[in-house]
């Protein structure tokens, strides 16, 4: 009671410095956040904007918190940045020519695993 | 086999050290371009700044000239050593307009009283809304926008005296 109470309140006043304020619904909020860890500072470059204090990073939180509250889905919004600032700004860069290795090394790593471990076993033999 | 694998870790070395041998030849660009550029300006709409100077809207842009849009602010140093190599520009008849990030109207006032001012509109972008929606990351920086709205070029950090002839020619180019 007390709590929708408080929540009616947070709706009625101006909205608040989303930077550094969370939304008032939880899941809302857990969404901004999983975006918002994936998300690349652009002026510190090797934080993302949950992690960085500066300005800017402050400001890319509001955004993703302003516009998740609107009912935009997180990858509307990190496509939105893309679009703006280049893959660079994503951490989980989309699968391309140039990303393609990020993807396959591990599966190639494997294949030249077996085909070393085949042909050791088969001088033993 | 064997004897050709036993050069093989020489190789990989080779490798290894001309990747890393260029790479501290030739630094890394960590500037960060705006993906924006040859695409329309985005539509925005900014209140005024300081008293007696008129906001700006993207509606500025794309009336037949091309205009600079330049992003600022008061507590940035960089932007005071451009702010002269901004003036040359306005001299030679170039239109500059402006954003400010994280400002307020007196500290913007005072800037343009110590460093002159360029601007023929500034708007107040206090929350770098219109800043992330350039694809812009910092200040100063400043974008070519051509006589039909399209964002030409992006001049990422503080204006240099030799770039001032530079950017006049690529305001003619941009008619």
């Known amino acids: ?125 | 086999m064997k004897r050709a694998l036993i050069w093989l870790p020489l190789g990989l070395f080779g490798v290894l050290f001309v990747v890393i041998a260029a790479g501290l030849m030739r630094p890394a660009d960590t500037s960060v371009h705006s993906t924006l550029v040859d695409k329309p300006l985005p539509a925005f709409e900014l209140a005024p700044m300081v008293p007696g100077k008129p906001g700006l809207a993207s509606s500025n842009f794309g009336t037949g000239k091309p205009r600079l849009l330049n992003v600022f602010a008061s507590w940035c140093i960089p932007c005071i050593a451009e702010a002269p190599q901004l003036m040359a520009l306005k001299a030679r008849g170039v239109p500059i307009d402006a954003i400010a990030i994280h400002d307020k109207g007196p500290a913007i006032a005072a800037f343009l009283r110590r460093n002159g001012d360029p601007y023929a509109a500034i708007g107040d972008d206090s929350r770098s809304r219109v800043q992330m929606s350039l694809g812009s990351s910092g200040v100063p920086e400043t974008f070519l926008i051509d006589g039909r709205g399209r964002i030409v070029r992006q001049y990422i950090g503080d204006i240099r005296a030799d770039q001032v002839d530079q950017i006049v020619r690529d305001m003619a180019a941009a008619r």
Not at chain 1, 17 to 43: F, H, I, K, S, W
Not at chain 1, 54 to 75: C, F, K, N, T
Not at chain 1, 96 to 104: D, F, I
């Open chain 1, 1 to 125: 009671m007390s709590l929708s109470l408080a929540l009616l309140l947070a709706a009625g006043t101006a909205a608040p410095d989303y930077g550094n304020t969370q939304l008032p619904d939880p899941r809302a909020e857990a969404q901004a956040r999983a975006l918002m860890g994936e998300l690349r500072c652009v002026v510190c470059q090797g934080q993302s904007i949950a992690d960085s204090d500066a300005d800017m990073a402050a400001d890319m939180r509001a955004l993703v918190r302003q516009r998740i509250a609107r009912g935009e889905s997180p990858e509307a919004i990190r496509y939105w940045l893309i679009e703006r600032y280049g893959d660079y700004v994503s951490y989980d860069p989309p699968l391309s020519g140039a990303t393609a290795l990020l993807w396959t090394t591990p599966i190639l790593l494997l294949a030249l695993g077996a085909w070393i471990a085949r042909s050791s076993f088969r001088k033993r033999r």
